[in-house]
């Protein structure tokens, strides 16, 4: 099943989308918006699956979904929560960062709290007051869970994933190392995100979501160019059972709550990057300086997925930077 | 105005409390909820002051209000910003942890994004798993803003203050040092905040409300006995517009973000604290060592404030340190 949030209020208004992302059907009968589905998925669930048939049937009225439209799947939400697990990207960003790694990085997951009031429509203009903060782009995966107890260990936490989408995890490069130096973690380095088009529930990903994984490529382009593909499934040291097991260590985890897998990132460099920091960490270690500048206005970062058949499974995050007003 | 939410669904039910804590009255024909009431302020606030009238005055049907069946006001939100704005606290946390504080502190606010999932109501238990985490609390003032754009300056951004509460912003200190050291702040050693039975508009506070400060005594009880009366309005160096206005450098707040003070400290040292974690570092100053041991399960701790002539101005956050189940 296929979930997007349209136009309309804060929230959106939820709707089921067909398979093929071709059209949608609101999910207003049997709940307003996406949130309030996840709050009572056991009821809701089985209603939206029921309407998903009947659209994927042609028995539903539906209507053209245009991905270019939509918000992102939760507009807000009351939990988003990123994880760095491609640990090796970590390992290069701290070195260009002039920083090492500790060990411990490859058995106990990093992870941050991001700011979830304002995420961003996966086709709109991503804003920013300034070139000077090193715009950069982080494509990632992300799970929605349901209710999630304290304590909850990483196998019993793969049972509450009920979701999944692709993430543009805006960064402001320049703004880290001084705001990280402060001791508190990201808060002006870590605008608004951006979310794709739908949600899907783990069963649209057949056989390629596998030990809480999604094992595809994220394919990302920058102003139309190939940028990078690395398989979300590789290299992903801790899975998104483990993620949210750490995030329930000291605290419950309320439905709509969002895991990130951090950054995807591959060994194999000829998969290419999902962040511009990645690519200019390497550039730096091969030639001494990093080449690819950060992001400036009108530059557009799209970031996809595509099922084995090369049909978009998600939608695409497509933004252009801009100047905000 | 006082507003509070009841028990009743994920969000609870909105109603105005009148200013003596004595009376309620459902709000539920103006709004749902009270993230739903922030989301119209324009139009649900002078609805909800004509019902909170009607309350005082005798007029409106309500009913006892007992704050300790109370939810938090916001019973979950989509941002929780907290700062540190009670710098000569920070200077001593930081002091206790053999760290030394950059002068930078004194200009550019810290600030941690906090989890807003799952708020603790005032009087409910506060479920911990470990009393090995070194269990603390942080009494604290927050606002809750309306919709803030992108830029605003600090002057400004005290328009965007609609509510004022008190917080118990819960740490676990023995989890902290290594949390930090990795990089990217808290989040295991912030587990669930516990907000007062109501936010009240700033009006209520009167002279008290001045240059976006609450001049107002933090009063702290443990276990019953007097721990800290901290006035939150003295020492605290970064007032909430600044804080706020920290907030929106690169991202917009939406209506219903949460932005706290921090722990709230005087200098004077005869005004006691708001949290162990000043008093031991004080004790370690005085006598080499710590004597004042963490929170163990069955302690209690109380946070309330009081108008001049001894009134509770939000009700008690008052609380039992409990094993989580």
Request: glycine fraction near 8%.
């Amino acid at each position: 099943m296929k979930l997007a949030s349209l136009a309309g209020g804060r929230d959106g208004r939820l709707a089921v989308v067909s398979s093929d992302l071709q059209r949608a059907a609101l999910a207003s009968d049997v709940a307003p918006t996406l949130q309030a589905a996840l709050d009572d998925w056991a009821r809701t669930k089985p209603a939206l699956e029921a309407l998903a048939r009947e659209l994927e049937a042609g028995r539903a009225a539906g209507s053209p979904f245009d991905p270019t439209k939509a918000l992102a799947p939760l507009p807000r939400a009351y939990h988003w929560v990123d994880g760095s697990a491609y640990v090796s990207h970590v390992e290069l960003v701290r070195k260009a960062r002039g920083a090492t790694m500790p060990d411990s990085f490859w058995t106990d997951p990093l992870v941050y709290q991001g700011g979830s009031d304002d995420f961003l429509p996966p086709a709109a203009d991503a804003p920013f007051r300034s070139e000077d903060w090193g715009i950069d782009f982080e494509g990632e995966v992300a799970v929605v869970t349901d209710d999630v107890p304290m304590g909850t260990d990483a196998v019993k936490a793969r049972e509450h994933i009920m979701l999944v989408m692709l993430v543009n995890d805006w960064s402001l490069r320049n703004l880290i190392p001084a705001e990280l130096a402060k001791g508190f973690g990201f808060y002006q380095s870590k605008p608004a995100t951006a979310f794709s088009p739908v949600a899907v529930t783990p069963d649209v990903l057949g056989g390629a979501w596998k030990d809480a994984r999604v094992h595809l490529p994220l394919v990302v382009h920058l102003n139309g160019k190939p940028f990078g593909h690395p398989d979300a499934g590789i290299d992903m040291t801790f899975d998104f059972g483990q993620l949210i097991a750490h995030a329930t260590k000291t605290r419950r985890l309320g439905a709509g709550s969002i895991v990130g897998s951090g950054t995807v990132s591959n060994r194999d460099r000829a998969r290419g990057s999902t962040c511009l920091a990645e690519r200019r960490m390497l550039e730096t270690l091969d030639q001494g300086k990093p080449m690819t500048p950060f992001l400036s206005f009108g530059d557009r970062v799209r970031i996809e997925m595509f099922d084995p058949a090369g049909r978009s499974l998600f939608g695409a995050i497509d933004q252009r930077v801009v100047k905000a007003a």
